[in-house]
């Protein structure tokens, strides 16, 4: 029993052979100060693997846009979540007033027809199904019927999109908060006065922590041209990062404002490009017949994305990192070690060091035994 | 001081004992064998570990529905963020028309009242605040009176699900940014075509890059029973997903589309299955007073879900992961050692070669005069 | 050829010194101890790393809200992506009826004018674009002339939000899934009844699944005095926390709320607190003009944020951490070591055992020549 104890107690440690060469020295310690420097450099400094990182940021933000135009901005407004992350200001629209339900020509070029053949009943046209009737569209042409709100739009009008949002302001209001740490703060910097803010404008050089940003602005910073975005319509996205070192004073976190376009792909692609949507404004007559006003809207769609990462210090990944890096620092070992048995002068001789002489050759495997022993050695004794 | 530096400078390197055994080097060659091919295999070309990757998916989605019925489909697209990756179509509708702020009878059963006793004054009813009267519903029954718009809304209608949706078609367009990589990419391919787009129905056989949606075969691809969806109203996901090596040419970093039923909840459970809810439009009378007409709305709802994973090649990580590699190259020695000392014949003798003979005990500790000395080495020489 | 072969599979282990001490075999094994504790405790149990992760939560919110007050709350669901996962309820209003488009005097006091002087044509004002002119605003002042939606809104008009939010009621519909375990689960349980859910209301002791909520009670939780959020407005966060370890029952898999004030920055900073929102309504009168209600409203937002982590055995991660607790157990002898060969009496004499005597130097490198032997002595022989 005692000498299994005694057994248990013993130290092995592996028997080295020291040698004195200077090329495979340095090499040696070259090697080892590459990883040191890899560790320290990169891991600990670059990547800051002794903190606890918290990257599931909670965020809500507000908006407001302010600015005056031919149309009522409110309309779009409206019909977006108010003060959510995604809000659009509308360029230019195809108003269709007074629709009823009822019966007209289709206004669709390619429903243009010369007898009812060439229109299919209960078929969807582009502005109502089709009744199968081909009738006067004008004073020259003929167009299949169609039951829906009539009269159909014709959104073929040319339309300029109107230049005063160029000049419109989009105030952004925004408050994060990294649950791991219990960190909050806000795009409103305690810097940050009342007087200050009636003034500001967002940009890039001095007032970086401004939270008005003019359209024309913003629009520029993504690198678009105002006229197109507007005519045709987009997304733009105003992206805000939180990059918080939480070891380092709260005023050094701070929010940093970019800004794309997010239907990058409306510029390459010819099919259907910008960004348009429809919605209706819906009356009542007097004899309780519905009507309705039907608006096609080109609009600029801002998406405001917020996106954050906070590092602190923390014992266990520095723990974790520091063991790594002790022990990473013998991994030159392998290399020094395949120079020093094959490129060196007189590797044989080191071979002959390294390597002790050989022991015959035993093919078949015992009755794992010798494993029982050791295992009785404790119950038995 | 010299000496200190050529210390420095040597190299040590464990003494191997070279055993000339089939059994234990067949072993030990095939542990390296399989721990080569793990990281070949499956680390490097299945994880590909070489590269560096992106999953901080910027993406803009825009949708539109297109569709005629016997309800005005708009309704439900005004009340929700055009073209965000949220929409819903209406399937059923319970109109209550003409409603104005006053007192009437509750329609909700529970309500019903033989006198006032019945009826709590100030209590929230169903559709209103009660005022504690009990007053006649029809012939027959008497319900607590309530204050709020009326006459209240009776939703226990039985109305049918309009079957025109199953052909209303979904247009989605998705442009999506890897930041990491500043790549951007939209599921308009460049082989797609004005006219292929005018003409092309997504399916999952032909048409897999076709941006255009019947909704029909949607509810189809994600499990459901159109009609009943439609019925009760449900939440449907339309994921896209980019899976992109960005080593490969562009046109392999292609979206790919799966649906799912997201309220998957409302099947299993009888409480409260599927998805409606309430919205107005309201009216003034040539007086000035308010009326509405409330809309309980059966609909389907879409969410389209983007999520994303790109990666290139990088320096570092390709480094990281062969060293890790090469040094796990050793580990299966452990294994062999185990084998070696216990399950093959003589591994006595094994035993006798690997381990030198003791050497007699030290308990104390000595006062770690030792290591100052190899300090004082360095500053006093 | 053959001695190649029989070179390939001779097997190499490293020699090693054994010390019969007790100090240095304690201190091993405690080390050793040590590292093993970590790795079961820690790794193992607490970080679960036999098992696969999926965080990536498919999750759909279904919400509705019961109550009645002075204001219809109709309006705020109305303009907000009903069922969504972001709604709002209105505290309370400030409304302008019957707005026409038109000019008249700016109600912002900054605008206050002795002569047209003051006044900017052309500039934006407060609610709409400067004419130039200076018109009376009452009996004693006059203010700079504007067009735009007259009469221009007052809100400095003292309003009380009102008390009947406080026992609104929020009613919490959510789906999960877990895609990679094709896992989906609702919040409400199967234990739930149709009789439980019409009476019962959540609260973090008794009722910890229920999906109702009363507005006062959230507001609590998310320690907030209500009155102030009501008269400012404000964004509460709804949290539904989903951590599943599916090797478990599936009962144990259960949402978790959690409540908390997003739009913390508007408590600290006095720079434009709270939250609210403009909206109109549109009207026509019988002449076809439009006019409508302006409705500045002050409301409580709610953003219902789902977050999940499911585990669940897998072979892959179970071994590659079984391997790396095995070999990090060897890591102890680093340590070891340095005890050994310096703070242990006699330390000089484990330096003589443990390396061998040295070898001459040699300075220059090798034509690399006996790698070239290696490889040829498979190709030529």
Not at 62 to 90: H, P, R, W
Not at 204 to 209: D, E, L, R
Request: proline share 3%; net charge positive; glycine share 6%.
């Amino acid at each position: 029993m005692w000498s299994c104890i005694t057994d248990f107690f013993t130290y092995e440690t592996t028997k080295s052979v020291v040698v004195k060469s200077w090329t495979i020295g340095i090499i040696n310690r070259v090697v080892q100060l590459l990883i040191i420097t890899y560790f320290v450099g990169w891991v600990f400094l670059h990547e800051k693997a002794y903190q606890s990182r918290d990257t599931a940021i909670e965020s809500s933000v507000m908006t407001k846009v302010k600015g005056f135009g031919i149309y009522n901005n409110n309309d779009c407004e409206l019909v977006l979540s108010q003060g959510a992350s995604i809000f659009c200001i509308i360029t230019k629209m195809i108003t269709t007033e007074n629709q009823i339900q009822g019966f007209c020509p289709e206004t669709e070029s390619k429903y243009v027809c010369k007898n009812a053949a060439a229109c299919k009943a209960g078929k969807p046209a582009g502005n109502g199904i089709q009744t199968g009737n081909c009738v006067p569209l004008n004073a020259t042409h003929k167009s299949c019927e169609i039951q829906g709100w009539c009269p159909a739009e014709v959104d073929t009008i040319r339309t300029i999109p109107m230049p005063e949002v160029e000049d419109f302001t989009i105030f952004l209001k925004n408050s994060i908060r990294f649950p791991t740490f219990n960190y909050t703060k806000g795009n409103f910097l305690p810097t940050i006065t009342q007087q200050y803010i009636k003034t500001c404008n967002y940009d890039k050089v001095k007032n970086t922590y401004c939270p008005i940003f003019r359209v024309g602005d913003v629009v520029a910073y993504a690198g678009q041209n105002f006229t197109n975005l507007a005519n045709k319509g987009g997304v733009i996205g105003i992206k805000i990062g939180w990059m918080c070192d939480l070891d380092k004073s709260d005023d050094m976190c701070k929010p940093e404002y970019t800004f794309t376009r997010l239907d990058a792909m409306s510029q390459k692609n010819a099919v259907s490009p910008g960004y348009n949507f429809r919605f209706a404004k819906y009356y009542k007559m007097d004899n309780g017949t519905d009507y309705r006003t039907l608006i096609k809207a080109y609009a600029i769609r801002f998406d405001v994305l917020v996106n954050g990462n906070a590092g602190k210090f923390d014992m266990i990944p520095t723990l974790i990192n520091m063991v790594a890096a002790f022990t990473s620092v013998g991994i030159g070992t392998v290399l020094c070690d395949i120079i020093l048995l094959n490129f060196l002068k007189g590797a044989e001789q080191y071979k002959a060091k390294k390597f002790e002489e050989n022991i015959p050759d035993y093919i078949l495997l015992s009755q794992s035994s010798k494993l029982y022993d050791m295992i009785f050695c404790f119950l038995n004794k």
